[in-house]
């Protein structure tokens, strides 16, 4: 008589092998990676950044979105954490009340893209769009208002706008197939 584990391995254990072939053979391809990092706004940015997530090599298109999403919001955290460092270096307060402004914004560009990674393809191009506009306030608290300033988190704001946009042109492929 062969033992209940003997059993329950025999019908496991295929399992198992058939799930792992089954998300190999839906992930995105080289193909795909070209295709949407050719359509973002920096190719070298967006394959280096896909490229170097190990999730990227098993993920199918949706597991993408989501990548580049967790991405974003790693991203986000780690500034929202260093703001208050940077503000110990400032001594203009007009500079301090600025990163302040830039720090709420990028909280609630945060709990848009938090939000983003559970809604629809709809909801989530309008979350990005709206968390867009929020990176641009931020930016432009230095860009528009005497005196003009480069912004102390210039090359983070660049880096999430890139990363918006991989998003953006992930979610129209898997919209328009």
């Not at 329950?8 to 995105?28: D, G, M, W």
């Not at 050719?38 to 993408?64: H, K, M, Q, V, W």
């Not at 709206?130 to 090359?155: G, H, M």
Request: aromatic share 6%.
């Amino acid at each position: 008589m062969a033992s209940p584990v003997s059993c329950l391995s025999i019908l496991i254990i295929p399992l198992l092998v058939t799930s792992l072939f089954y998300q190999v053979s839906n992930a995105v391809d080289e193909a795909f990676l070209d295709k949407i990092c050719n359509e973002s706004a920096d190719y070298e940015f967006c394959s280096s950044t896909l490229r170097s997530d190990e999730r990227t090599a098993i993920a199918d298109p949706n597991g993408l979105v989501l990548i580049s999403i967790s991405i974003n919001i790693n991203l986000v955290q780690t500034t929202v954490n260093q703001i208050p460092d940077i503000v110990k270096t400032l001594t203009d307060p007009l500079d301090i009340t600025r990163i302040q402004n830039c720090r709420t914004d990028y909280i609630d560009v945060q709990g848009k893209l938090s939000a983003a990674y559970t809604k629809s393809y709809q909801e989530m191009l309008n979350l990005l769009r709206d968390a867009l506009i929020k990176i641009v306030e931020c930016d432009d608290e230095y860009r528009l208002n005497p005196p003009i300033r480069e912004s102390p988190i210039a090359d983070v704001s660049l880096k999430v706008q890139k990363l918006i946009d991989i998003t953006f042109v992930i979610v129209i492929e898997i919209m328009s197939t």
